[in-house]
Structures are given as structure tokens and as C-alpha cells.
């Protein structure tokens, strides 16, 4: 599970909304939590997370040419009909990157 100390007023905030906005498209009463941050925990030893868990960034003692990956703090839940997330890719760095969505 990841950390994410000092967001949990606005983790619940999120939550409320989103169970809102995914209310009708549930396709069974049993709802899992929704992802909202970068686990810490669960990311390739080249990457950092930095806090409160939003950011992920190459260390810099290794090289951007390395594969990494880091997963959410909880998976998108399959019973729901659509799901959105958003990404920023603030440096495609020299041979570019790809963002994947698995389950």
C-alpha cells in the first residue's frame, strides 16, 4: 500500500468525488478504492517518488536508458466502465518514454 502521509483529508475529498462521478457506472454494489498516488513501494529501484507520492523521477546516480516502472497505490478497480487518469511527461528524455495501463 502507499504512503501517502498529510493528503488524507484531501484523499477522502477525492474519493467522495470520484464515488460520485463513478456512482452509475459501477457494475456491482462492491466498490474498491480508487488509485491517487504513486506507491512508494512498489517502483523500480532507478525511479524516486517524491512526496506526497504524486511525482516520479530517474535518480540521478542512474540512467534514464534504463527500464523502470512504478505502480499506483491501488489498482483501477475492474468493475468500473471507464476510468480517466491523467500523466504529465515533463522530459521524453533521448529515446522518449511509454506510458501502459495493466491489470
Not at 477525492?14 to 513501494?41: E, H, V
Not at 517524491?50 to 534504463?66: G, I, K
Not at 521524453?92 to 491489470?103: D, R, S
Request: glycine share 4%; net charge neutral.
Amino acid at each position: 500500500m502507499a504512503i501517502c502521509e498529510d493528503l488524507d483529508k484531501k484523499m477522502e475529498d477525492f474519493d467522495y468525488a470520484m464515488s460520485k462521478i463513478y456512482r452509475g457506472l459501477y457494475t456491482s454494489g462492491d466498490t474498491q478504492p480508487l488509485p491517487k498516488c504513486w506507491n512508494l513501494k512498489d517502483r523500480s529501484r532507478y525511479l524516486k517518488v517524491t512526496h506526497p507520492a504524486l511525482v516520479v523521477a530517474y535518480r540521478s546516480n542512474y540512467s534514464s536508458d534504463e527500464m523502470a516502472s512504478v505502480r499506483s497505490d491501488s489498482p483501477i478497480p475492474l468493475n468500473t466502465g471507464i476510468y480517466y487518469f491523467e500523466v504529465t511527461l515533463l522530459n521524453k528524455g533521448v529515446t522518449g518514454y511509454a506510458v501502459l495501463i495493466t491489470h
